[in-house]
């Protein structure tokens, strides 16, 4: 049913993070990082709320600092869409994230499960499409480190094509429609897929039909020109890290643009940032919580270790709480051991830029990572603060929706759903019921857009 | 043969063993492949107390290029996970790939279905080489001799990913800041001229250590296997199982039962009429229950274990549950798992020991001695 509110509306998703210094573990209210249970939690407590989406990362490779895993954070992760797979069970309207990449995944086999997820769930499953190509992540596979990082792109658009390949090889009304048809499947709509990926070629009979969405969601989160565009051509949804509202704006403009040039509708592409919260009841209280935040998300440990992979060198002899090293970084760029959000950071000029600021204003090494690190502070305020800022977010198109990173697992969903959704709802910003059954439409996407002609 | 109870496992691939079983279910065709019909049946075999189900899979459709059966199939290893959070006591062993597959892929995926299930999750490595399998993958075809080598690797790399974290592992330890102990997650060592896997793996062991593996005796048993699947329980087949490295040999079934007054031979010619169910290599019961209580009193003398492939699933699992296990628990000869059960332990496999653990507790013991 179309509600009469004549807002704009945003949504939810959120992101079981489980690596990065984003999530605090050493508190007494954290619980387990990978026990079912937390991502049970979590994923009905997001449901509860209305959530659009449940997301998960990949991991294929246990993180690394200066040659040695890295143990500041959270370690370990499930197999992304194993666990959705479970975590279908035990919800009925969330839309289920997964992040695979296209390089160490086979194109197949990563159809047929995003497609196998899809049926599981009738409908709510998605594919966050990832470009991972480092041979030192590759080293975990059969073909290794075979993709040059400037092909990653062109290499991900033959693999998405292969996907949606799989996804059509079977024409609708393949199944019989009863149980008096001459075989369970009429054959003759089934398509055999073949595809040569440059580095290898394919050939697969589908094994699935279509869901009732169609195709899982496509989702993208590259964020260079090359990565812009291959959002605006082949996804429905960028998860995107531009948060902050003039940036949100712009960014939401830039692929607007894009979308038209990709020959789509300008609304075909749905944008929700990465985003943190600290909500209290007041505003105060909540910058007093934000600051015990950025210090247990950056403890005087992780601060080292933050600029140690930027100088690419062991800096233990450095305080914390002390002014910035001395010696210039050893390294040029950083390496990809620590995760796509470390990688190919400019050390020389970061580390010049870092030193001036931290002179400028007296910053010790830990508070200038608080301050620069991958999450700065995010949202922050009172419940009612925050609401009417999150209205001026859905008022002015800037955004289609958050996707919230919990900084507490499992309880870290809590008071956005039961203190801040209901707020948002009086507002009239924020969905009062799922629209529909599927992933699909509780996002406001249209079909898939293999199926548009046909459609 | 171990001194574990006899175990009793039922395959719930498609709607069902016979190629026209989907005529005689009670759900439209397309809704097989749904959550739904998943969950209806993991539940059904849960209550009638089987010691696991079973999910077949391949790269390549089921059923057969001249239309014979149902032709679709969701991914094994995600219906087991589906089937976890849903149950609470029955096993849950899915076909995973064990050939072309990444043994990355394949090791994360089984750990994280063991997680969700608290350690209730078997793996079935497939070694079938099968060239259509490998064109999906995008690799060169091996042949069946290259395919039981290979699966054996895999299921040796696997099991080292699962290894690869000791339980003591996560520390969380607020004075150094340190969430893992770096000393207790290893790396892969296995060298295989056919992967590349550094480890460690990146989710922690699953709850089982080490998930049982099993895998068909057809076409040679890869080393690492727990239970071997076979067609026969013929002393000599026993003993090539045994031979091969198995602990356990279990016995491949099909069934077919009298059913609300029909006979079941009358059941398979009504479905026979649409589409005949051809006799493969496994060896199939057609009758009442009594004699099929017979006959698995019988087979608990030679072998550890039975998977039955049941003709029509929704109404031969029925009967089984009825009329066949509880007079095998009476006899004391078939226990039901119980909730909180995890496999091995169901199985009477021993516990298993990390290797790295167990490697650096002996070398203290030289040390103190």
């Known amino acids: ?455 | 043969m171990t001194t574990a109870p006899f175990a009793i496992a039922i395959e719930l691939d498609g709607d069902g063993a016979h190629p026209a079983a989907w005529r005689a279910v009670d759900h439209a065709p397309a809704d097989l492949l749904s959550g739904k019909r998943i969950a209806a049946t993991v539940r059904a075999a849960e209550r009638a107390g089987f010691t696991a189900v079973t999910f077949d899979d391949a790269a390549v459709p089921p059923g057969t290029s001249a239309g014979s059966g149902v032709a679709g199939r969701i991914d094994a290893v995600q219906r087991a996970a589906f089937a976890a959070p849903l149950t609470s006591a029955i096993g849950l062993v899915p076909v995973a790939p064990a050939v072309y597959t990444e043994p990355f892929h394949v090791s994360t995926q089984l750990a994280t279905a063991d997680l969700a299930s608290d350690g209730r999750v078997g793996w079935i490595a497939d070694t079938d080489p099968d060239p259509r399998s490998a064109a999906v993958y995008g690799r060169a075809p091996v042949d069946a001799a290259e395919a039981v080598a290979t699966a054996t690797d895999a299921i040796e790399v696997v099991r080292q990913l699962w290894d690869s974290w000791e339980d003591d592992a996560v520390i969380r330890d607020t004075t150094t800041w340190r969430y893992v102990d770096r000393d207790r997650l290893h790396r892969v060592t296995a060298e295989s001229p056919r992967f590349s896997v550094a480890g460690p793996s990146i989710i922690p062991p699953p709850p089982q250590g080490q998930l049982p593996v099993f895998a068909p005796l057809a076409g040679g048993l890869p080393a690492g296997t727990d239970v071997a699947l076979v067609t026969s329980s013929a002393q000599a087949t026993r003993r090539v199982a045994t031979e091969a490295g198995a602990a356990q040999v279990w016995l491949e079934l099909e069934v077919a039962l009298d059913r609300a007054g029909v006979p079941a031979a009358r059941r398979v010619a009504d479905l026979d009429a649409h589409e005949p169910w051809a006799p493969g290599t496994v060896g199939r019961y057609v009758g009442d229950a009594a004699g099929l209580v017979d006959l698995l009193t019988d087979l608990a003398g030679q072998v550890d274990g039975v998977r039955l492939h049941p003709a029509v699933l929704d109404e031969d699992l029925d009967e089984i549950g009825r009329a066949v296990l509880p007079a095998l628990r009476e006899a004391g000869l078939f226990r039901s798992p119980r909730p909180g059960d995890r496999l091995r332990d169901v199985l009477g496999l021993p516990a298993a020991v990390n290797r790295h653990t167990a490697a650096r507790t002996a070398t203290l013991e030289e040390v103190t001695a």
């Open chain 1, 1 to 455: 049913m179309s509600t009469t509110t004549p807002r704009n509306q945003i949504q939810f998703g959120v992101f079981f993070q489980g690596v990065n210094s984003t999530t605090i573990w050493t508190e007494p209210e954290s619980g387990s990082q990978t026990a079912f249970e937390s991502f049970r939690r979590i994923a009905q407590t997001a449901e509860r709320g209305l959530f659009s989406a449940f997301f998960l990362g990949e991991g294929l490779r246990l993180r690394e600092h200066l040659g040695q895993v890295h143990d500041l954070d959270v370690v370990g992760r499930p197999d992304a869409q194993t666990q959705l797979a479970a975590l279908a069970a035990i919800t009925e309207k969330i839309g289920l994230v997964a992040t695979q990449n296209t390089t160490y995944n086979d194109p197949v086999d990563l159809a047929h499960r995003l497609q196998s997820l899809d049926l599981l769930s009738g409908g709510r499953a998605a594919w966050n499409v990832v470009t991972t190509d480092n041979a030192w992540t590759g080293a975990n596979f059969r073909r290794g480190g075979y993709l040059d990082h400037a092909d990653r792109y062109t290499h991900a658009e033959r693999v998405v094509e292969t996907v949606r390949a799989v996804w059509d090889s079977w024409d609708d009304h393949v199944v019989a429609s009863g149980r008096d048809a001459a075989s369970w499947a009429d054959r003759s709509g089934v398509h055999v897929v073949e595809r040569d990926l440059g580095h290898y070629a394919v050939r697969a009979e589908g094994r699935l039909p279509r869901s009732a969405q169609g195709h899982p969601v496509l989702f993208q989160a590259g964020d260079s020109d090359e990565g812009r565009d291959f959002a605006t051509r082949a996804a429905d949804v960028i998860f995107s890290a531009h948060p902050e509202f003039k940036d949100a704006k712009a960014f939401a403009a830039d692929i607007r643009r894009r979308t038209l040039a990709a020959g789509r509708p300008e609304d075909d592409v749905k944008v929700f940032p990465g985003q943190q919260f600290v909500l209290a009841d007041t505003d105060a209280e909540a910058e007093e919580k934000a600051r015990w935040v950025a210090e247990h998300q950056i403890t005087p440990a992780t601060a080292i270790a933050y600029l140690e992979n930027i100088w690419g060198t062991s800096l233990q002899t450095y305080d914390p709480d002390g002014p910035l090293p001395d010696i210039d970084p050893v390294v040029e760029v950083t390496g990809s051991t620590r995760g796509s959000g470390f990688q190919f950071q400019k050390s020389q000029e970061l580390a010049t830029q870092w030193r001036a600021l931290s002179e400028a204003e007296g910053l010790s090494i830990r508070q200038l990572v608080t301050r620069v690190g991958v999450r700065r502070g995010g949202i922050v305020g009172g419940y009612s603060t925050v609401a009417d800022r999150l209205a001026e977010y859905a008022d002015a198109g800037a955004v289609h929706g958050f996707n919230v990173s919990p900084w507490l697992v499992p309880s870290g969903l809590d008071d956005i759903v039961d203190r801040l959704v209901p707020l948002l709802q009086d507002r009239g910003v924020y969905p009062t019921e799922y629209r529909g059954g599927t992933l699909r439409e509780h996002l406001g996407l249209r079909g898939p857009l293999t199926r548009r002609a046909a459609a």
